[in-house]
């Protein structure tokens, strides 16, 4: 039977790895946000315009002041604890006795294949010089050291000299022979004092009943009120009741502003909300922020209930009117949260539209991600968007004798039109300036958008597919969404938006609502993204119950996610045949090898039996007509291909 022994030893070597274990992953978690923190020059290499960089510099600055935040502090402080107690146990595991191996010839001093002579002559040796009458003269712990030493000398001849210890001791290590087995565990001994039970069972039960359970229970607690994208289930329950397919642009700042993530928001010293009343009343004086809320904000007085959210507002005003450099540092921060975390909340958003299906309600989502991350009011002309384009630089740019550019066409002149000398709206620009406002036109979008329907014949590798020849009532129905960025890097790459006010880096992408044409009801929203020059995304429809034999028209809206005056809409027809127009309806061989394998009441019953009285017999309309029977109709267009087949052969032997 083995036997148990809590081992000190073995508990340092424990509690050293356990602690390891957790504070490496933890510091190499702590580096990466120091490393990351501090990467400005290659992250500043990339910035392609001036306002690019400057939020770039920006960026920094705050990274750099967060380094020294308090909880930066504070994790710092506790990883050094952290690791100078692993530094103290892994020194403790090292001054505990080693476990010493009971060895006879290492005691009597003579080599492993000592043989007995030499064996009795050291043991007359040691047994002289630790007798008990020669140690009268000395210390107590010299006598007792003698006594062991010679007790351990006598036990050693004993073993060499007779051959059944010196057997048991070479096969087992021990002159008794086998012993039980001995297992250490890696808890300190303290636990197993007497004196010290009360204590181990209460903290036993302490961690058992109280501390487990508990983190337990604030953990699902927790988890109950987040959703999909670790947004909060109130915030979808707001937004669910609050957004209709009337919703105005507007007012998505007030339903973006009452997210359940923004009730908490810090910024509410004298200073912060002295300067938001500024900011309020001075938008609301220039019409650039309503001075009544939606009816049903202003009915349940929700910005009322909670003023974190009421800060949201005005602040999102504020970001959207490029009024934000007379915010204080608190709010600078609280902004910080807001626009980081209204990726995840746009998101939300339009989830709860696509579920409606409302065309209008989604492209009123969209458009106001595109202005948020551009942070560009909804009155405010699109060329807005271009580097140093002031609203009234944008108008004067645009105006064409009675006409108003849209920023497509602006881009389209060129970069050189000559327009009195330089291209409209460059005279007030210094040169630096002009060259962003180059670079820009080449970023912003300049794409052409293809949709094309048929049925899949084959997919290509490049990702392209080839159509058959026509479409048939019933047939699977593809529609295929190409955009073709025309403006491409030399990498062939798009890289990111340019958005410079945008607290984060955003990804191009395309929302694309396919409808009926004229209606307001989509049948579905696809996301087109991608990195390449060409991007597509399929959607696929049956044509039967769904679509009329004849030529049915649909709408493709494509909304950008990020650029303002982007936006594309096409109507494309779709031409259904009757069934069986374009080719004979044919049964693939393997159809008939499968047809005519026998089935499992065949195997069962050896034959197949089917009788006019049998359940399994054809039903009257199958008799009657012909074209109900599957069976039968696979093997009559088996019989009308091959007819076919001959036929040609003839024509081509005549």
């Known amino acids: 039977m083995g036997r148990l022994e809590y081992d000190d030893s073995a508990f340092l070597y424990f509690g050293t790895g356990i602690c390891t274990s957790f504070l490496l992953p933890l510091s190499w978690l702590y580096m990466r946000a120091l490393m990351d923190d501090g990467d400005s020059a290659s992250k500043l290499e990339k910035a392609r315009t001036s306002i690019e960089r400057e939020k770039l510099v920006i960026l920094e600055k705050d990274k750099k002041d967060r380094r020294a935040t308090k909880s930066m502090r504070v994790r710092g402080f506790l990883l050094f ?29 003579v080599e492993n294949d000592a043989g007995n002579a030499q064996v009795k002559k050291a043991y007359r040796k040691l047994t002289l010089k630790y007798h008990p009458d020669r140690q009268l003269n000395k210390s107590p712990d010299e006598v007792a050291y003698a006594g062991m030493m010679f007790e351990k000398v006598r036990k050693a001849h004993e073993v060499l000299t007779d051959e059944d210890a010196k057997r048991n001791f070479d096969e087992f290590g021990n002159p ?12 300190p001994n303290f636990l ?26 604030r953990w699902y607690s927790n988890s109950k009120l987040y959703g999909d994208k670790l947004i909060l289930n109130d915030s979808y329950s707001m937004f669910a009741y609050i957004i209709d397919k009337n919703i105005e642009l507007k007012h998505v700042v007030e339903v973006l502003a009452l997210a359940a993530e923004f009730r908490d928001l810090s910024g509410d010293t004298p200073l912060d909300m002295a300067c938001l009343m500024s900011i309020k009343e001075r938008l609301v004086s220039e019409g650039k922020m309503s001075g009544t809320y939606m009816e049903k904000i202003k009915k349940n007085k929700y910005f009322d209930k909670w003023p974190g959210c009421a800060r949201a507002n005005i602040l999102i005003h504020s970001y959207l009117n490029r009024e934000t450099d007379t915010l204080t540092s608190n709010l600078k921060h609280d902004l910080e949260i807001i626009l980081t975390k209204s990726k995840y909340l746009i998101a939300a958003m339009l989830d709860i539209a696509i579920t409606s299906r409302s065309v209008p309600m989604l492209e009123t989502i969209v458009k106001f991600d595109q202005h948020l991350s551009q942070a560009l009011w909804f009155d405010d002309s699109p060329l807005c968007q271009l580097p140093h384009f002031t609203k009234a630089l944008a108008k004067f740019a645009s105006e064409r004798g009675n006409r108003t550019l849209t920023v497509g066409e602006y881009i389209a002149e060129g970069p050189l039109t000559e327009l009195g000398g330089l291209r409209k709206g460059f005279t007030s620009l210094n040169n630096a300036q002009r060259q962003d406002v180059e670079v ?23 990702g392209t597919v080839d159509f058959e020849e026509g479409i048939c009532e019933g047939d699977i129905c593809t529609a295929v969404i190409e955009i073709t960025r025309l403006n491409m890097s030399k990498d062939g790459h798009c890289g990111p938006v340019h958005a410079p006010y945008m607290h984060y880096n955003k990804n191009d992408e395309w929302q694309v609502l396919f409808m009926k044409h004229g209606e307001a ?14 991007i597509r995304e399929k959607i696929q429809f049956p044509t039967k119950n769904f679509v009329e034999v004849g030529t049915t028209k649909f709408d493709f809206i494509t909304l950008s996610t990020s ?39 065949d195997e069962i019953y050896g034959a197949k039996v089917q009788d006019s009285d049998s359940d399994f017999a054809d039903s009257d309309d199958e008799k009657e007509n012909p074209s109900n029977n599957i069976r039968l109709r696979k093997k009559t267009a088996q019989k009308d291909s091959l007819a076919v087949d001959d036929d040609a052969d003839d024509k081509k032997n005549n």
Do not use: C
């Open 81 to 109: 604890i952290g690791w100078v107690f692993v530094a103290y146990l892994y020194l403790q595991s090292g001054t505990g006795a080693q476990i010493e191996q009971w060895n006879p010839f290492t005691i009597l001093g």
């Open 176 to 187: 008794d022979g086998r012993q039980s087995m001995e297992v250490g565990i890696g808890l």
């Open 192 to 217: 197993l004092r007497k004196e010290n039970h009360n204590l181990v069972l209460l903290i036993y039960l302490l961690i058992l009943v109280v501390v487990i359970p508990g983190l337990v229970v």
């Open 440 to 462: 820009a036109m080449t970023i912003l979008p300049n794409v052409k958008i293809d949709v094309k329907f048929g049925v899949v014949a084959n997919e290509n590798a490049d």
């Open 521 to 534: 009801v989509s049948f579905t929203s696809v996301t087109v993204k991608g990195e390449g020059k060409i």
């Open 563 to 601: 650029y303002v005056g982007f936006d594309h809409k096409e109507t494309v027809s779709l031409s259904v045949k009757a069934a069986g127009t374009f080719k004979a309806l044919g049964v693939h061989e393997e159809d008939l090898a499968l047809d005519n394998e026998p089935t499992l009441f």
